[in-house]
């Protein structure tokens, strides 16, 4: 499907969630898909270093875009730091309207909004990296989701401290 056809259909699902609801059910269940293995916050949340993961498409201009010509979509993910100027951040998804999201990134990586909890006491600290990615995944771009870029991103965040991940979609 061509990417024009893929932002009309963004925008028409947006419109009419029907429409979305049914394209869901259709695309089937993820039962399959091994849930991670989770663990008890080891620290309060205002001393928590908190990441982002974000399946909205936001990457830096300066790294590869996510590829839209497969309608799997694209598995790959992209190292964010904290710091990056919000600028130098774009949004490569065609299956999701992102209007608002290209007025203001915080929409769908709220790591400005992190900043915010931090000063206030509420939160640790912002991870010093995050974590972008696409969601609308399906069969060997899913697979490779799981297999790689999943492990990928846990060993970034290892690296980093990090206590906690907010996990955003687009």
Same mark, same amino acid.
């Given at each position: %499907? @061509?990417r024009w056809?893929?932002?009309?259909?963004?925008?028409?699902? $947006? *419109?009419v969630?029907?429409? @979305?609801?049914r394209?869901?059910?259709?695309?089937?269940s993820?039962? &399959?898909?091994?849930?991670? &293995?989770? @663990?008890?916050l +080891? *620290?309060?949340?205002?001393?928590?270093?908190?990441a982002v993961? $974000?399946?909205?498409?936001? =990457?830096?201009?300066? /790294?590869?875009?996510?590829? %839209?010509?497969?309608?799997?979509?694209?598995?790959s993910? *992209? @190292?964010?730091? /904290?710091?990056?100027?919000? /600028?130098? !951040?774009?949004? $490569? =998804?065609?299956y999701?309207?992102? $209007?608002?999201a #290209?007025?203001d990134?915080?929409?769908?990586?709220?790591v #400005?909004?992190?900043?915010? !909890?931090?000063?206030?006491? %509420?939160?640790g600290e912002?991870a010093? +990296?995050h974590?972008? %990615?696409?969601? =609308? !995944?399906s069969?060997? /771009? !899913?697979?490779?989701?799981v297999?790689?870029?999943a492990?990928?991103?846990v060993?970034?965040?290892?690296?980093?401290?990090?206590?906690l991940?907010?996990?955003?979609?687009?």
């Amino acid at each position: %499907m @061509s990417r024009w056809v893929n932002r009309l259909l963004s925008k028409v699902y $947006t *419109r009419v969630p029907a429409l @979305s609801e049914r394209y869901g059910r259709r695309a089937g269940s993820f039962d &399959d898909v091994p849930l991670p &293995d989770l @663990s008890v916050l +080891r *620290r309060p949340v205002h001393d928590a270093r908190i990441a982002v993961v $974000t399946a909205g498409g936001v =990457h830096r201009a300066g /790294q590869p875009p996510f590829a %839209m010509q497969n309608p799997e979509g694209d598995g790959s993910w *992209r @190292s964010i730091p /904290q710091d990056a100027p919000r /600028q130098e !951040l774009v949004i $490569t =998804h065609d299956y999701y309207d992102h $209007t608002a999201a #290209d007025q203001d990134v915080n929409c769908v990586f709220p790591v #400005d909004r992190l900043a915010e !909890l931090a000063t206030a006491g %509420m939160i640790g600290e912002p991870a010093p +990296r995050h974590a972008g %990615m696409m969601g =609308h !995944l399906s069969g060997a /771009q !899913l697979a490779r989701l799981v297999d790689h870029s999943a492990g990928e991103i846990v060993s970034q965040f290892a690296d980093d401290a990090v206590d906690l991940v907010l996990a955003v979609p687009g």
